[in-house]
C-alpha cells in the first residue's frame, strides 16, 4: 500500500511517479522509502520513468516539520531514493512546476532529462537547517561556483538565472513541464527499449 503523498500509475507507454502531499508536496522517510521501492521493482520494465510533482510545486524537500525520530534512518532514505533514480536501468525523467527545493531539488537532478519551468525556483536550504547533503546530482547540470552560491549561501535561483537549458536541460514556460515530459517520453518510445538502455549504460560509465 503506498503512503499519503505518493501516486504510482503504470500507463502502456510510463511509468509515472507523482509527488502529491499538499501544500508542498514535503517528503517523509515513508514516502521516500516507497519511491526507491517502486523504483527498484521496475528494474526489468522497459517503460521510461517520469516523476512529477502537482503543477504548482514539484517539492519543498523534506518535511522538517515532521522529523524523524532517528536521523541516520532519514539520511539513509533520502540516500537510497537518489541513488535509486541515478541508478535506474531505464530512462528517467523529472518536470519540475514552480519549485524544487532541498532533496527534492536533487532527486529531480538524478533523473536521465530534467525538464524545468524557466521561472521554477531552485534552492538547497540545508546549511541553515544544519543538512549537510550530497550534491553530486547537482554537478549534473552546475558549475562549482553557482552549487557554492546555493548550498553554502542557500540562495533561490531560477531555472532561466542558472542556465539550465546550457547545460542540458529542457528549460520551458511555466505550466508546460508535464506536457513538455510526456513529449519526450513518447520520443522515448519512439527508440527500441533494449537499445536505450544499453545506451544509457555506456553514457554512465
Known sequence: MS???VSVSHRPDV???????????AFTVEMLRYITM???????DPRPMLITGSPRIFSAGFDVKRPAPDTQAVNAAARECVTAVQQHPGPTVAAVEGAAVGLGLLIAASADILVVSRTAQLRMPEVALGIVSDVQPLRRF????WIRRLCLLG???????????????AVCEPGTAQDQAEEVIAAM?????????????????
Open 3 to 5: 503512503p499519503k503523498g
Open 15 to 25: 511509468i509515472r511517479i507523482c509527488l502529491d502531499r499538499p501544500p508542498v508536496n
Open 38 to 44: 517502486v523504483i527498484a521493482g521496475a528494474r526489468a
Open 142 to 145: 552546475l558549475p562549482d561556483p
Open 155 to 169: 540562495e533561490a535561483f531560477s531555472a532561466e538565472q542558472l542556465h539550465f537549458e546550457s547545460a542540458g536541460a
Open 189 to 205: 518510445n519512439g527508440v527500441d527499449a533494449t537499445a536505450l538502455r544499453q545506451v544509457k549504460q555506456q553514457l554512465y560509465k
